[in-house]
């Protein structure tokens, strides 16, 4: 598939370059077609991997990856082009953390909605699925390297999309029974809310390389 990564950090260029090891086309997307980084990863990168604007990426594409600042996500996918969006998955793995107040920051979710919802109420045409947001860029496109069973969740109102999404993790090693949906995107805002106690499991740890795991009765019992 074609698909536009917005977003330089390392959570776009990890999620980026998974994309192009696992057969998809890639076009990250920045505020600037010569963004540094986007032409640092193009070049270590290779065949299937292109840079561009936000707008030019998410044109281009099939589905579309959020992997910009949380603040900033809406102001960068208004960039973007609503026009670009509509029709597309968006997965969005961003978390709206303010950091205004200094350390640990805050989850901004005004009213007490999420920015997953804020991103689907703004762009309604595009199929928003929150996903990957609980977890380390490593974590994200290598689940394997962690031992055992672990959990990537989904949130979003498009069934469609989300199926999608399912398939794109299970390219980045996910098993299926790993996937776990928890519902429509409203479900964005306990997946947000979960970064303060990820937080505080990194500094416990000292270490990024973790993730939870849900672990459920068997149905007989
Ligand atoms: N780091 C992690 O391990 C991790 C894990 C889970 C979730 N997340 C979430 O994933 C997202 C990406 O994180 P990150 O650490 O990779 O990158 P980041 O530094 O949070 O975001 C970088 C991107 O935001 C864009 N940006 C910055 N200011 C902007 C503005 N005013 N308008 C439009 N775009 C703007 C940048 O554009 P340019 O390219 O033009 O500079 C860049 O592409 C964040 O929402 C973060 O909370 C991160």
Redesign the pocket.
């Known amino acids: 598939m074609r698909i536009a990564v917005?977003?330089?950090?390392?959570?776009?260029?990890s999620v980026g370059s998974r994309l192009v090891e696992t057969g998809h086309e890639v076009r990250m997307?920045?505020?600037?077609a010569g963004?540094e980084?986007?032409v640092a990863w193009v070049g270590t990168t290779g065949a299937g991997a292109s840079g561009g604007t936000?707008a030019d990426a998410a044109a281009w594409a099939e589905v579309v990856v959020?992997?910009?600042?949380?603040l900033?996500?809406v102001?960068?996918l208004t960039?973007a082009g609503a026009e670009n969006l509509a029709g597309k998955p968006l997965l969005d793995?961003?978390?709206?953390?303010d950091f205004s107040g200094g350390f640990p920051p805050t989850v901004a979710q005004p009213d007490g909605r999420s920015l997953g919802e804020l991103i689907q109420d703004t762009f309604p045409a595009a199929r928003v699925v929150k996903t990957?947001?609980?977890?380390?860029?490593?974590v994200?496109v290598h689940p394997r390297a962690l031992p055992g069973a672990h959990t990537v969740f989904v949130a979003g109102d498009d069934a469609g999309a989300k199926a999608l999404v399912a398939g794109l993790l299970r390219g980045f090693g996910w098993a299926p029974d790993e996937i776990v949906d928890v519902g429509g995107i409203a479900a964005a805002r306990g997946l947000e809310l979960y970064l303060p106690l990820w937080l505080s499991l990194m500094g416990t740890f000292g270490s990024?390389a973790f993730n939870v795991s849900v672990v459920r009765a068997r149905p007989d019992e």
């Open positions: 917005l977003g330089t950090g390392v959570v776009g260029t997307g920045s505020r600037t963004n980084r986007a936000f959020n992997a910009t600042g949380g900033v996500s102001e960068a960039a793995i961003s978390n709206p953390l990957l947001n609980t977890m380390s860029a490593d994200m990024p």
